[in-house]
């Protein structure tokens, strides 16, 4: 499932979205959040490491295929927890946890 949401959520969005950016001329990205799995595998994550790589393969792909049009395409590595707002109700922290 993970390919379901991660890839090929990806590549459909960019079929759809890629005409329309195309048209605003050098205005445009395309950002693509990622883990270091997509750079290794390791042991048991491998459904998690194939998606993360597909994902960042996909941005590369579009990069090369789309920077020349003038889209900017980006896959950046966020390693770790990203905090929302339900994160830090649940948790009554407020936030504090991640200020130093």
Known sequence: QS???GAK???IWAQLA????LKNENKTSILVTGATASMR??????AFASSKFALRALTQSIAREFGPKGVHAAHFI???????DKDKIEKNENGKSMNP
Do not use: E, R, T, Y
Not at 41 to 46: D, E, L, R
């Open 9 to 11: 959520g990806l590549f």
């Open 3 to 5: 390919f379901q949401v």
């Open 18 to 21: 890629l005409p329309d950016m």
């Open 41 to 46: 595998g390791s042991a048991k994550f491998g």
């Open 78 to 84: 966020i390693d770790g927890i990203i905090m929302n």
